[in-house]
């Protein structure tokens, strides 16, 4: 393995044998000897009918699919429907972080102002926006923050090095806790330190984690940048990432702008769910932000932007005039009706658990991305994108005979708007998790502060009365 050395970059010419990961084989005869493995879904199945029969919120959602209000929050309000008389009405979406709308937060934003996210940071973390002092000093400590214990990048990224970078980025957290000799500390001042540094240190250790896949499965160059001191998270980002550092200002904005569509979304969602759960019942932070990448690298929530983009790629495959909507509309009646993609139906990308008309992420993304692709080749693929999200309504209501109001989600775009920064796929859920971590520390604040008991729903057990012990001799 040759290794050469400069100022600006450490790159690893991995041109060697790579020993490959076997995947686990089960045996013929530990299958017999376990029969779990053939009546795996039979001995863990319910009836779904006991649901209904016990009025059992599934998902904690309610019959119309709203949500089972399980809290109480002042750091975002995610609203996309109306109820009327008992009924769930449609609306346009809207997102508020802190009371303030995402529209106006990003929006219309100052031309001299380039970078948002860490004043919206700020602004979850300390309930208020900033003055530009105390914006400043905050960047200060994100800046100061960025580097990472000595021996971290060879005795954690590049030993056992995962396919999955959201494992990686999870295992680099708690392996963060064995550095940090006030871990098990509660008080406000280190846990709003243990956030700082996370929401600072996490983007470097996803550049660093992605390098190191890329060395030990793909043969590829480890490259390790050093971060620049002075430059925004969107900045260090495409500064670490690119092999030549270089990134044009726009490219840097719109990183920016996704950070912040990101960056909260509600306490009910699955993964700042989870980060109240364990808070509650009093876990370190580690362990806390360790379990929220958990739940959003999962394909029904994080993890779904690889879905969007793989039916996209197949559509884009199959469709040979893109401009021709009955086309367009022929393979998303093929997808809706199980006759192509994945074969469940869904148009990924379309639909969301809360809002209706519009999900303004989609809309706030739209609009950076229409920017960014003009007079591209990537204006094409984008137009593509706009006729799914217009057409896909029509067609469930043609061929499903559905009423439901479908709008386009966060997922739609944000796929696009990497690509055509050259991010690679490995990259989008991490990129996710990067900006949430802001929404999940403020969940924790609350949860800490406000919630004060152990989370504890309960569960109807299907089986009545109690079963007869037959001695294992009788059995």
């Known amino acids: 393995m040759a290794m050469e050395i400069d100022e600006a970059v450490i790159r690893v010419d991995n041109h060697a044998e790579i020993d490959e990961v076997e995947p686990i084989e089960i045996s013929d005869d530990e299958a017999r000897r376990v029969r779990l493995y053939e009546n795996f879904y039979q001995v863990n199945s319910i009836d779904p009918a006991l649901y209904a029969a016990h009025d059992v919120k599934r998902g904690l959602r309610n019959a119309d699919g709203t949500g089972v209000l399980a809290g109480m929050t002042n750091i975002s309000n995610v609203h996309g429907y109306v109820m009327s008389d008992g009924e769930k009405m449609p609306a346009e979406g809207s997102l508020r972080l802190r009371g303030y709308d995402l529209y106006d937060l990003l929006g219309d934003l100052d031309p001299t102002r380039r970078f948002a996210f860490e004043e919206v940071a ?17 960047v200060e400590v994100i800046d100061s923050q960025r580097e990472l214990p000595d021996g971290f990048t060879a005795s954690t990224l590049m030993v056992d090095t995962s396919p999955d970078l959201m494992n990686m980025m999870a295992r680099s957290i708690l392996r963060l806790y064995a550095a940090d000799e006030s871990a098990e500390d509660r008080s406000p001042e280190h ?13 470097r250790i996803m550049v660093l984690a992605y390098y190191a896949k890329q060395a030990a499965f793909n043969h ?26 270089s990134f044009a200002p726009e490219e840097a904005r719109m990183l920016d702008i996704m950070l912040c569509l990101h960056a909260e979304h509600g306490g009910g969602n699955n993964s700042s769910f989870t980060t109240h759960v364990l808070s509650s019942a009093d876990t370190d932070p580690y362990s806390t932000y360790a379990a929220a990448f958990g739940s959003l690298k999962g394909h029904r929530h994080g993890g779904a932007n690889h879905q969007v983009r793989a039916m996209q790629a197949e559509i884009k495959e199959n469709v040979k005039n893109w401009e021709d909507d009955d086309e367009v509309a022929s393979y998303l009646a093929k997808i809706v009706n199980k006759q192509a993609y994945d074969g469940t139906g869904l148009v990924y990308g379309m639909g969301h658990a809360v809002y209706t008309l519009s999900d303004p992420r989609a ?47 966060v997922d739609m775009y944000s796929g696009f708007i990497y690509s055509m920064m050259g991010i690679p796929e490995d990259l989008f859920t991490p990129l996710f998790a990067c900006a949430r971590m802001a929404g999940w520390a403020a969940h924790r604040f609350e949860e800490i502060a406000a919630g004060k008991r152990i989370i504890r729903p309960a569960y109807k057990n299907t089986i009545r009365g109690t079963k007869p012990y037959v001695p294992i001799e009788r059995r």
């Open 122 to 138: 700020y602004l979850l973390l300390m309930g208020e926006l900033p003055t530009q002092e105390r914006l400043n000093r905050f």
């Open 191 to 203: 846990e709003i330190h243990t956030a700082l540094s996370l929401i600072s240190r996490l983007p």
């Open 220 to 245: 590829e160059s480890m490259i390790m940048h050093r971060f620049v001191p002075g430059q925004s998270t969107a900045e260090t980002i495409l500064s670490m990432l690119r092999p030549d550092r």
């Open 363 to 409: 809309v706030i993304g739209k609009r950076f991305a229409e920017q960014l692709a003009a007079g591209t080749e990537y204006e094409a693929e984008l137009n593509l994108l706009k006729s799914i999200e217009r057409l896909t309504p029509e067609v469930f209501a043609r061929e499903k005979g559905s009423t439901k109001e479908l709008c386009a989600n």
